[in-house]
């Protein structure tokens, strides 16, 4: 018999090489003159309007592409997330009106400070099912490790968390959506 899956959830992950050293010292510039907003993050600092074009060139080149549908005003609108220990960010989506996908690119990534948490979108309804423990994992969500120069992205209905920061190190990264009309 054959089985198809339905409805599946795609994630896109790539390394990029990009400058860190660079990237960083051009954040800590940012954060300095940007003051802080309070949406997902518990603790931690989380910068609006980040602009840095050679990471926006990265991420447009690996935009997955339907060629029946050629993209078209592409935008990339960016925030900068620094954790220190403890810090974390909770559970939300990116869901905006022109939003293609969403993403975050890993600029320092020190060891136990915390993982990128994606949910099952089919809710808890379907995670009640005998059928869930038994033809799927059982579990209501995906645990990705992160790294330096890592580039994830994902549907912006997708909800997610990060855990919080066991380092004592701070942990930046570069949140994104990626805006098309």
Known sequence: MNRLSLFETPLWMTELDLDLNSLENKIKLFSDET????LSNVGGY???????????NSIANCIPVNKNKPLE?????????INKKFN????????????????VFYVKYPENSGTIRFYDPRGHLIQ????????????AYTYINPKNNLLLLFPSWLEHDVEENKSDDE???????????
């Open 35 to 38: 003051e802080s907003k309070k």
């Open 46 to 56: 989380q910068g609006h309007n980040f602009h840095d074009e050679t990471l926006y």
């Open 73 to 81: 005003n592409v935008s990339i609108y960016s925030w900068v997330n």
């Open 88 to 103: 974390r960010n909770e559970r939300h989506c990116h869901m905006h009106t022109d939003t293609l996908l969403s993403g």
């Open 128 to 139: 009640m099912q005998k059928d869930y423990e038994y033809y799927y994992d059982g579990y």
């Open 171 to 181: 942990r930046i990264s570069i949140a994104f959506n990626i805006n098309a009309k």
